[in-house]
C-alpha cells in the first residue's frame, strides 16, 4: 500500500500534464525507513522522449546526495506514459534499481482521467499495491453520512486486478 | 591508497549492508577488481559481459559522470569519493527505449569512448528485455 498526500499526487500528475507527449519523472523523497512521501522533487527527462525516460546523471547525483543529507530516501519514483497505460513496461523493470521505492505511474493518454497506479519491482518481479490518497477533497454531494470506520478524508485506489 | 566508495541500497548485499566501503586502483577498472576481491560478484553488477561499464548504474569520481572520464579507464586518485547509483530510466516501449538510449548524450559519450561499450548496450537491453518478459 502506498499512502500518499492528495497534494504530492496533483503535483505529480500536473507535471506528467505539463510534458505530455514527452514522459515526465521525478522523485519524492521521505524520512528513511518512515515509508512516507513528502517532498516532490521534479526531475528533468534527460532522454526528452514520448516513450523513454532518464533522469539526468548530475541531477540524480545532486538530488540523491540531498536526500542523503536529509536522512531521506527516494520513497516514490514516478513517471508517466503518455498513450498507455499506468502499467510498467520491460524497460521499466530492467531498470528498476530501488527495491524500497514504490513505482508510481501515471498515464496521460486521457485527458480528463487521472490515471496511477504503485508497484514494486523487486528482482524484476513486479507487484501492484493499492494507493490511498490523504487528505482527498470529498464532493460533500457524494456522500451523505459515514459509517463508523469510513473516513470523509482518504480515497483508496484498488488495485486493478491485472 | 585509499578510495572511498557509496554503495547503493541495492548492491549492499554485496558489502555485508555497508553503505560505504574502500577500495584502491589508478583507475575505476583497477578499483572495481579490487573491490570484487573482498565483495564478490560486486564487480559482476557493475561491468558487462563485453568489459564495458553496465548500463543500469551511474558511477562518480567526485562530482563527476564516469561516462565522461573515460568510463572504466577514467583515473583515480588516493582520496577520491567514488560514488555508485542505480541508474533511473525506463519508459513504454522497450525498442524505442533502445533508440533512445543509443542518442542520449551520456551514453554517446561512452560509445565514443570505448568501442566496446557500443557493441555492448544494445544487445544487453535486448537481454534484459527477453529476461524480463
Given amino acids: ?162 | 591508497m585509499a578510495i572511498e566508495v557509496r554503495i547503493p541500497t541495492i548492491l549492499r548485499s554485496y558489502t555485508g549492508g555497508a553503505k560505504v566501503v574502500e577500495g584502491a586502483g589508478d583507475t575505476l577498472g583497477d578499483l572495481l577488481t579490487d573491490l570484487d576481491s573482498r565483495h564478490a560478484g560486486l564487480k559482476a553488477r557493475l561491468v558487462t559481459d563485453a568489459g564495458a561499464l553496465h548500463r543500469f548504474v551511474n558511477v562518480y569520481v567526485n562530482d563527476e559522470d564516469v561516462r565522461f572520464l573515460g568510463a572504466l579507464d577514467a583515473k583515480l586518485n588516493d582520496g577520491d569519493s567514488v560514488t555508485i547509483l542505480p541508474a533511473v530510466a525506463g519508459g513504454a516501449f522497450g525498442f524505442a527505449a533502445a533508440a533512445a538510449i543509443s542518442q542520449h548524450r551520456a551514453a554517446a559519450a561512452a560509445i565514443s569512448q570505448h568501442r566496446a561499450a557500443a557493441a555492448a548496450i544494445a544487445p544487453r537491453v535486448a537481454r534484459s528485455a527477453v529476461a524480463a518478459r
Fill in chain 1, 1 to 162: 500500500m502506498l499512502s500518499i498526500d492528495r497534494s504530492i499526487v496533483d503535483a505529480i500528475v500536473a507535471h506528467a500534464r505539463r510534458d505530455h507527449p514527452d514522459e515526465a519523472c521525478g522523485v519524492v523523497a521521505g524520512p528513511v525507513g518512515s515509508d512516507t512521501p513528502t517532498r516532490h522533487i521534479p526531475m528533468e527527462n534527460s532522454a526528452r522522449s514520448m516513450t523513454f525516460y532518464e533522469f539526468d546523471s548530475m541531477e540524480q547525483l545532486r538530488v540523491w546526495r540531498e536526500m542523503d543529507d536529509r536522512d531521506e530516501e527516494p520513497v516514490v519514483i514516478y513517471h508517466s506514459h503518455t498513450a498507455t497505460e499506468a502499467y510498467p513496461s520491460r524497460t521499466d523493470v530492467s531498470f528498476a534499481g530501488e527495491p524500497g521505492a514504490h513505482y508510481l505511474l501515471v498515464s496521460t493518454r486521457e485527458p480528463d482521467t487521472e490515471e496511477i497506479r504503485s508497484f514494486r519491482i523487486v528482482d524484476g518481479v513486479v507487484t501492484e499495491e493499492p494507493v490511498r490518497i490523504v487528505d482527498a477533497v470529498v464532493d460533500p454531494h457524494a456522500v451523505q453520512s459515514y459509517m463508523f470506520g469510513q473516513s470523509p478524508a482518504t480515497v483508496d485506489y484498488e488495485c486493478s486486478g491485472r
